[in-house]
């Protein structure tokens, strides 16, 4: 049986100044989380491990990150950040890469001013360095930027991509186009792999349903295919809309037709492949 993997995850040391988008209808996010919090969510949904995504865009907050997933072993993967359009990154990517559950980087580009930031030839050449290292690049955008994001992804045909978050669609404006489209012009590239995450966030979130999500899944599905798809909770984030739980039940009955492996490769065994996750040597336990 395959590992069980929540494949995007957030922690923080909460403070007003560092997390300003974090809003006053937000409030529930306005404190530190911590991986003695997530660890109950993991016991209580059947989680084995997970992958911790970087939250702010500073090397102390990457280095942060790898320590606590050196101290938790749930913890199987890192995803930070560091200056890929910096002059200094080939050095530090030299240092970087020693930490063994390094997995990937990303990039905030959804909140640069330069709609395209994507094209900046420093950014590229860091990006054009990761595969030599054997880390992935997560893409985190909104819908618009996807016809960026394609051409983007074509410069880089030998790096892996993972798109966060169905690349942010309009759920709660019910709007499919031109995001369908544009999805599944990029899911015909086969090195770009999707992360089932962040959708109640994009819907009403007070007021969605999985009836709601269920057009958004069905396209990712039959883009990406269960072999190129993997599940993730955006906590802490997703609480502004849903309890941890119910986001896993949920993602667990749109996949429920899908055959058992079908089903296994999305809840974890694609995440395990594609950001090279060892199998933790303990269980998860409460304390």
Known sequence: MLERIDAHH???????KEYAWIAEDMGVLARDFFPEDLRRELLASGIHGSIAVQA?????????????????????????????????????????????????LRHVIQDEPDEDFMHRPDFNAGVALLKQFGLVYDILIFERHLP???????????????????????IGDRELEPWRT???ELARRENVYCKVSGMVTE?????????DLQPY?????????????????????????????????????FIRPLSIAEREMILGGVASEVYSLARGSSAIRKG
């Open 56 to 104: 702010r865009q500073t090397l102390e907050e990457t280095c942060w990150l790898l320590r606590l997933a050196d101290d938790f072993d749930f913890i199987r993967g890192v995803v930070g950040w560091a200056p890929l359009a910096g002059p200094e990154f080939p050095a530090l990517i030299e240092r970087l890469q020693e930490c063994e559950k390094l997995k990937g």
């Open 148 to 170: 960026e994001a394609i051409s983007f992804v074509d410069c880089h045909p030998a790096q892996v991509f993972v798109l966060d978050h169905l690349a942010k669609p309009r």
């Open 217 to 253: 899944f069905d396209v990712v599905l039959q883009a990406f295919g269960s072999k190129r798809l993997m599940a993730g909770s955006d906590w802490p984030v997703c609480l502004l809309a849903t309890a941890y739980q119910t986001w896993f039940s949920t993602v667990e009955e």
């Open 182 to 184: 544009n999805i599944r």
């Open 203 to 211: 819907a009403n979130w007070k007021n969605w349903s999985p009836a």
């Open 10 to 16: 957030h922690f923080w040391r909460y403070t007003k």
